[in-house]
């Protein structure tokens, strides 16, 4: 029995020496008010759910410049189950616990705190935050110089930070892949209305919050206010995600 823990710790000090911590590109949100959901811009594509508009404030943290990408996950977790595959790709065929974990480990290998973004970080991001143009999508009113989605994709992912970047100089909000968000979600119902300070969502419910659009969807899935979700345990081809950092004092 002595032996079988020693030997299982070798292992896993092992693995921990093994584990790469991956670069990943940063960008600075300052926090702010801006409102959620279906604003003017939004308001002919959008769905029930995206209203009413509320009011939203947000503390600062940084958000990924990029999607989290295969060399990354690879890196951290040591295996990549994505469909296509491709260092610079996108990773996908990740479920919402995953996403979690790849942001626990590297939290542990860095001393950061990092977490997939709640739905109020992500919106407020791709909106461009308090260098915001309102556009519809994140970064243009057109969606070919932000966005891979059905149209250009070839129904398949591409490699992250090709297209505009949005005016904080994040990529891929739009297209690509949808996006794992923090909150759980009754996916049918509207937002309450009332103003929010740093909205979490319902962590509990097993359903979480998608956001972006990804490759295989149309233009109004891609809005910056559009909403989508998933079963917190599906592993899909067209879902992934990007990383907060937490501001620390």
Same mark, same amino acid.
């Given at each position: 029995?002595?032996?079988?823990?020693?030997?299982?710790?070798?292992?896993?000090?092992?693995?921990?020496?093994?584990?790469?911590?991956?670069?990943?590109?940063?960008?600075?949100?300052?926090?702010?008010?801006?409102?959620?959901?279906?604003? *003017? /811009?939004?308001?002919?594509?959008?769905?029930?759910?995206?209203?009413?508009?509320?009011?939203?404030?947000?503390?600062?943290?940084?958000?990924?410049?990029? /999607?989290?990408?295969?060399? @990354?996950?690879?890196?951290?977790?040591?295996?990549?189950?994505?469909?296509? @595959?491709?260092?610079?790709?996108?990773?996908?065929?990740?479920?919402?616990?995953?996403?979690?974990?790849?942001?626990?480990?590297?939290?542990?290998?860095?001393?950061?705190?990092?977490?997939?973004?709640?739905?109020? $970080?992500? $919106?407020?991001?791709?909106?461009?935050?308090?260098?915001?143009? @309102?556009?519809?999508?994140?970064?243009?009113?057109?969606?070919? /110089?932000?966005?891979?989605?059905?149209?250009?994709?070839?129904?398949?992912?591409?490699?992250?930070?090709?297209?505009?970047?949005?005016?904080?100089?994040?990529? *891929?909000?739009?297209?690509?892949?949808?996006?794992?968000?923090?909150?759980?979600?009754? %996916?049918?119902?509207?937002?309450?209305?009332?103003?929010?300070?740093?909205? @979490?969502?319902?962590?509990?419910?097993?359903?979480?919050?998608?956001?972006?659009?990804?490759?295989?969807?149309?233009?109004?899935?891609?809005?910056?206010?559009?909403?989508?979700?998933?079963?917190?345990?599906?592993?899909?081809?067209?879902?992934? %995600?990007?990383?907060?950092?937490?501001?620390?004092?």
């Amino acid at each position: 029995m002595k032996k079988i823990s020693l030997f299982l710790v070798f292992v896993c000090g092992l693995m921990a020496v093994t584990a790469q911590v991956p670069e990943i590109d940063w960008v600075f949100v300052k926090g702010g008010e801006f409102w959620m959901g279906c604003t *003017d /811009e939004q308001r002919r594509d959008c769905q029930p759910n995206e209203m009413p508009t509320h009011q939203v404030v947000l503390k600062d943290y940084y958000i990924s410049k990029y /999607e989290v990408t295969q060399a @990354q996950w690879t890196a951290v977790m040591g295996y990549n189950h994505s469909k296509v @595959q491709g260092d610079s790709l996108p990773v996908t065929r990740v479920n919402w616990y995953e996403a979690r974990d790849f942001a626990l480990r590297l939290s542990a290998m860095t001393g950061q705190k990092y977490r997939v973004p709640t739905e109020a $970080e992500w $919106e407020y991001a791709a909106r461009g935050g308090s260098q915001s143009k @309102q556009y519809r999508f994140s970064g243009s009113d057109n969606i070919n /110089e932000v966005a891979w989605y059905r149209k250009n994709s070839g129904r398949s992912p591409q490699p992250v930070g090709l297209l505009k970047p949005n005016e904080l100089g994040i990529y *891929d909000m739009s297209g690509n892949v949808y996006e794992w968000c923090f909150d759980g979600i009754d %996916f049918y119902n509207a937002y309450f209305g009332e103003a929010l300070y740093d909205p @979490q969502g319902n962590p509990w419910h097993s359903v979480k919050v998608c956001r972006g659009g990804g490759m295989t969807s149309f233009s109004d899935v891609c809005r910056v206010s559009a909403r989508s979700a998933n079963d917190e345990y599906q592993r899909l081809n067209y879902v992934g %995600f990007r990383l907060v950092r937490e501001v620390t004092e």
